[in-house]
């Protein structure tokens, strides 16, 4: 069946850097787009970054462009996101999903399976 395993969360401090990988089984991994979202407490969850099945193009929600980069490597059924200069409202827990292109931009599968996530805080 369908895996996604987030890792490399963690307690940070402001300016901190992290990388996040999702470990995926089950599918055909790099026929996917693939997409990070993140949820803090009593906010909505929003799409963080998004990349095509083969890299080739990425995006990102303007709040992180220039602080994340998302990446993956289809030979390990892994999608990575780095996280740099962070900040405090980056606190969150971070998912990755499987998704599709929408003309620029980008959608979760619906009804797909979602991962357990990973936490990252930021703070002093």
């Known amino acids: 069946q369908v895996q996604l395993v987030e890792s490399g969360g963690g307690l940070v401090q402001p300016g901190g850097s992290l990388r996040l990988s999702c470990a995926t089984s089950?599918?055909?991994?790099?026929?996917?787009?693939m997409i990070w979202y993140r949820q803090a407490p009593g906010k909505e969850r929003e799409l963080v970054a998004a990349?095509?099945?083969?890299?080739?193009?990425?995006s990102y929600a303007d709040s992180v462009k220039g602080r994340f980069t998302i990446s993956r490597d289809n030979a390990k059924n892994t999608v990575y996101l780095q996280l740099n200069s962070l900040k405090p409202e980056d606190t969150a827990v971070y998912y990755c999903v499987r998704g599709y292109g929408l003309g620029q931009s980008f959608r979760p599968l619906p009804g797909d399976y979602w991962g357990q996530g990973t936490q990252v805080t930021v703070s002093s």
């Open positions: 990349i095509t099945s083969t890299g080739d193009r990425t």
């Open positions: 089950g599918f055909s991994f790099s026929v996917y787009v």
